[in-house]
């Protein structure tokens, strides 16, 4: 549909572009609606307002509780708070790494750094840790940013996400911590921690929220405000999409 097209101005290739779409959608949401972070500092629209605006009935009933009730106001992120990125070096957490970033938040990027600590740096990531050791990463983190993390975002899946939430602040003064897991999330919740999934259905069902989105991204391009993903083109047509797969999955990529 017309609401979820962007148009791709001269001087980005079509293989960038291509390789932008669902990634931007997910660090998107995930940023600026559940977590609620004000994306505004680069001219974004407020996503947060525009979703709670819609009439809940219209809005699917899987997603509805992560798009109403995910986060309340006082809980939402300040500028200046840390937010932590385990794998920050794919296309989703380094298009998340440069959000937060505009937005005011340090970020914690947890990442294979023999492979993506350059590309990282590039990208502003205050602090890097490497994901090979996750037990000593999760130390790291705490002790970098002094045991008031509140915000992690996983890429990778349950096992990083499980790790990352025992990086987080466990709070004592009411205000909760939030762990977003794009592929997978603990078993269990640890006390003090909500968990969110990305509402990615919401881009689709309504125009409204899919239309600011993309008019916000076509924007970003424009001023060339964010770096482009670095793209690999997988050879073989459709035959090849299962070793492409495997590749991404290998973390050879």
Do not use: C, M, Y
């Not at 009933?61 to 309340?72: N, Y």
């Amino acid at each position: 549909t017309h609401s979820n097209v962007a148009r791709i101005p001269q001087g980005v290739q079509v293989k960038e572009g291509a390789a932008l779409g669902v990634a931007f959608v997910a660090a998107t949401i995930a940023l600026g609606l559940s977590f609620g972070l004000d994306l505004s500092a680069s001219g974004s629209p407020d996503f947060l307002g525009i979703a709670r605006g819609l009439n809940p009935l219209q809005v699917p009933d899987d997603i509805r509780p992560e798009v109403f009730w995910g986060i309340k106001e006082s809980e939402r992120p300040k500028q200046g708070e840390w937010i932590a990125i385990w794998g920050a070096n794919t296309t989703t957490g380094q298009l998340a790494v440069q959000l937060a970033k505009i937005s005011g938040l340090k970020v914690a990027a947890v990442a294979d750094l023999a492979k993506a600590g350059q590309r990282l740096v590039e990208l502003g990531a205050d602090f890097q840790v490497d994901r090979h050791d996750p037990k000593r990463a999760v130390e790291i983190l705490k002790a970098v940013t002094g045991g008031k993390l509140r915000f992690g975002f996983d890429v990778v899946g349950a096992e990083s996400a499980t790790a990352l939430q025992d990086a987080l602040q466990k709070s004592t003064t009411g205000l909760q911590s939030h762990l977003l897991g794009l592929s997978g999330l603990p078993k269990e919740v640890a006390g003090g921690v909500t968990h969110h999934k990305v509402p990615i259905k919401l881009f689709h069902e309504s125009a409204v929220f899919g239309e600011a989105l993309v008019g916000w991204l076509e924007r970003l391009l424009i001023a060339k405000t964010i770096k482009l993903p670095e793209v690999e083109v997988a050879e073989g047509g459709l035959a090849g999409i299962n070793d492409a797969l495997d590749r991404l999955r290998s973390g050879t990529v």
